[in-house]
Each structure stands twice: as structure tokens, then as C-alpha cells.
């Protein structure tokens, strides 16, 4: 069959075309940013190819693709209204890929523990520290008068930070006291005793073995830290970034402002997470306490592993000397992480608040409160390489609202007015 003139003509430009054509890969990155001026193809109803602006598209990803929170600082109740996708919410996948794992000196996993039950692996530190992996995701803030959005996406949608891939604690940590370094790990050896080191409750009821250490500095738990790997800043104690990283995962998975209310396994008819992680170990009165062990930490590390990567809360019996039960807790665990509130008092480094004088003698009477992501500039007294967020409020009180900015600061605006439910971080 022969071509006429014209045919071969267009049959050479299908030809050029195809042994011109390159891969995706191949194309040259687009020189703007603006999804407004960016065209994609897209295939109508009718199966035709036509062009759309990227920006028109943007929205429904959005939709399909993020699921948050929404609350209203004007309206006293720590409940918050969904937004986002429904099935986003049923699933919270960020949620459910943290995690447990054993983690080297050099920050490599060693191996990932069972989902379901930590119990059955080493977690004595022999073959590394019992941390928590927290998936790289990303986020949005946004303020709109009273109202707040707090989004989470899989995907770097427009308008959202990546919150980067990092490992947390899975205990409240201890001090391996022969190197005197920070470790996470499930270990009743009198090396890794915890609260303030006392020999003498050995054997008793308010033994300190298997405990989380207690009686030591912010600049000293930052450097027993970095003794796992020396001429470094990645290993560090709790950091700000991953307190507020954690508070926001449970606030959009539960939808409440109050980590403390009352814990329910049940799902709502939805099958969404309701609740929260119930008061934990907070609710001790603290005479009572004192009196039994001088306020040193009281919960084994570990107590809660049964319950592996997931959520829930386990019963634990603290003992008198005689036997008797002094106490019953609850002690709550959020995907893997034990104790996220409660129980003893923790530092979190990356944060400074410089408190200012009173005008009258000489200050400005603000509390401005500066953060820190960058570990090798962490300092306990000087604010270089810190970013002002906001001001803390100065009065003692329940929090009613907090800085939240465009990075969802969790750091205390107005406590006045607030209540007991309000807002408990």
C-alpha cells in the first residue's frame, strides 16, 4: 500500500515525535511554584484529552487527602469538630504507622517489634533502645477569627510543612549509671536505676528498680543523651517539636483538646477514635505520695508492652510493704509511647521562655516563649538559633487558649477563664 505525499509527511512527524520523546523523569523541572500557572493534562468524561490549571484540581486533593480538627477559642469545651476526609479519620494512617523499634547508637533500627505484644523481644538495651517511630507527614495550621484547623496529610499538599521521620522514647527514660548514659529500655539491673539512685529501696515496695530516672538536670539529661554517640546532637531527651508533634496526632485522632478524658476502646458509630487516654497516673494526691517514696517514680518501664503499637490504658497494683494494694492506676499508652502525660515531671529541650521583669524595674513584662529545631543550638541559657512564637501567659490557671500561630504552638496564651476540661495538654 503506498502513502501519498501528505501521509508520509505526518507519518515522519509520528516517527520524530516517538524517537524524540522522552520519559517524565527526563522533562525539565517547572522554573515556578504557582499552581495557577501550571497546566496538566487530564482525560474528560468523554475520554478526550483536554488542559486544566493545577490549581483547580489542588481543592478536591486537598479534600480527599487530609483529614483534622477544627475548634473554636470563644466556645468552652475542649471537643473538636472533624474536618477533612471521613475515611482519613477512620483510619488515621500517620497514627497507625507509629511504630515500636530498637534503635543503634548510630540511629539505625535494629529491628521493628511486634505490633501486637512487645513483650516476647529484648527491651534490657543489650541490642538498643526501646523507641517509638514517628512516620514522616505533613501539616497545616490555620487561623481563621476564633476558629482554629489543625490538617494532616500523607502528602505535601500545598500550604503544609513536613514534619520529619523521628524517634521518640518509648519509656520515660532512665540513666545507665556505670556511663551515665540516657536509655529507654525495660531493665531492673541496679545500673539502670531510676529516681534519684536510692540503693537503700532495693527490695522494697518503693524500689526505684526498672523506674525512670529522676533528680537531674535539663543540661544533664541532654548530655547523658549524647554520650550514645559521641561528637553528636542526634540523640537528645524529650524535645518540643516531638511533644507538639505527638499532642496533635492524638488531638485530630480523637478530637478533643483533653488528652485526660475518660478512656473508651470503642469506637463511635462513625468508627472514630472517642475519649481520650483517661487521667493516667495524675490522680494521686501527692501527701500520699510523698510519704511513700518522696515523690520518686512509682510505674515500672514497660508495664504497658502487652499492648505493643496500640492504644489503651493497663491496670497497675502499687503494693505496701505488707502486700496490700496502696493504690490502682490506669497507665495510659499512645501507639507504643507509655506514659505520654502524668506520673513524674519531664524535660523538654528546644524551648526557652525568657521572663521579663515588670516595667517598674526595667522589664517588659512579657514571658516570650522561643523555639529551637535545630539540636546542635539547643541551650539552657541563651536564645541563638531560637524563633520567638509568642508570649506566655503569666498567671497560674487553667489554660483557655494557646499561641498557636502558624505552627500550632501548644505553649499556654490565656489562662483565665479556662476550666478543668478546657484545654489539658
Known amino acids: ?49 483536554k488542559k486544566a490549571a493545577l490549581a483547580t484540581l489542588l481543592p478536591y486533593a486537598e ?30 494512617p500517620i497514627q497507625n504507622r507509629l511504630r515500636g523499634c530498637l534503635l543503634d547508637d548510630d540511629g539505625k533500627v535494629v529491628e521493628y517489634l511486634d505490633p501486637s505484644d ?8 543489650l541490642r538498643g533502645q526501646v523507641m517509638v517511630e514517628i512516620p514522616t507527614h505533613y501539616r497545616k ?29 518509648a519509656y520515660e527514660a532512665t540513666v545507665q549509671r556505670s556511663t551515665l548514659k540516657l536509655s529507654s529500655v525495660v531493665n531492673v539491673n541496679p545500673d539502670y536505676r531510676g529516681g534519684n539512685n536510692a540503693a537503700a529501696n532495693d527490695g522494697t515496695a518503693k524500689s526505684l528498680l526498672g523506674r525512670p530516672a529522676t533528680s537531674i538536670s ?20 524529650m524535645t518540643y517539636d516531638i511533644q507538639k508533634t505527638l499532642y496533635w496526632l492524638f488531638v485530630v485522632e480523637y478530637a478533643t483538646l483533653n488528652s485526660q478524658a475518660a478512656y473508651n476502646a470503642a469506637p463511635t458509630a462513625e468508627g472514630y477514635r472517642q475519649g481520650g487516654l483517661g487521667a493516667g497516673v495524675t490522680n494521686w494526691d501527692s501527701g500520699t505520695w ?14 504497658t508492652d502487652s499492648l505493643g503499637n496500640n492504644t489503651g490504658v493497663v491496670a497497675y497494683h502499687l503494693e505496701n510493704e505488707d502486700g496490700s494494694i496502696s493504690k ?3 497507665v495510659p499508652r499512645y501507639h507504643g509511647i507509655e506514659n505520654p502525660f502524668g506520673h513524674i515531671w519531664q524535660w523538654t529541650d528546644g524551648i526557652n521562655v525568657r521572663i521579663s521583669a515588670t516595667k517598674a524595674n526595667g522589664g517588659d513584662e512579657l514571658s516570650k516563649v522561643y523555639v529551637c529545631s535545630d539540636p546542635s543550638k539547643f541551650s539552657d541559657t541563651g536564645y541563638t538559633g531560637y524563633s520567638h512564637v509568642g508570649n506566655e501567659a503569666r498567671n497560674e490557671g487553667y489554660v483557655k487558649e494557646i499561641i498557636f500561630g502558624i505552627g500550632g504552638e501548644i505553649m499556654p496564651k490565656v489562662c483565665t477563664g479556662g476550666g478543668s476540661t478546657t484545654l489539658l495538654l
Not at 512487645?118 to 538495651?125: A, K
Not at 535539663?218 to 531527651?237: D, G, L, M, P, Q
Not at 510523698?290 to 514497660?302: L, S
Request: negative net charge; proline residues 5%.
Open 218 to 237: 535539663r543540661t544533664n539529661f541532654r548530655n547523658y543523651a549524647r554520650k550514645r554517640k559521641a561528637s553528636s546532637s542526634e540523640w537528645n531527651c
Open 118 to 125: 512487645w513483650t516476647g523481644h529484648d527491651r534490657s538495651g
Open 141 to 169: 495550621f490555620e487561623t481563621e477569627g476564633n476558629k482554629r484547623r489543625v490538617l494532616l496529610s500523607e502528602f505535601p499538599l500545598p500550604g503544609y510543612t513536613q514534619v520529619p521521620l523521628a524517634y521518640v522514647s
Open 290 to 303: 510523698n510519704t511513700f517514696n518522696g515523690y520518686n517514680p512509682f510505674i515500672p518501664c514497660g508495664i
Open 1 to 49: 500500500m503506498a502513502f501519498t505525499s501528505d501521509e508520509e509527511s505526518k507519518l515522519k512527524l509520528i516517527i520524530s515525535a516517538f524517537e524524540n520523546g522522552k520519559r517524565l523523569s527526563d522533562l525539565p523541572l517547572a522554573s515556578g511554584t504557582n499552581p495557577y500557572d501550571m497546566l496538566v493534562e487530564v482525560l474528560d468524561e468523554d475520554g478526550e484529552s
Open 63 to 92: 479534600e480527599q487527602c487530609s483529614y483534622g480538627i477544627e475548634f473554636n477559642t470563644a466556645v468552652s469545651t475542649p471537643t473538636c469538630t472533624r474536618v477533612g476526609s471521613s475515611d482519613l479519620h477512620k483510619r488515621c
Open 328 to 330: 490502682d492506676f490506669e
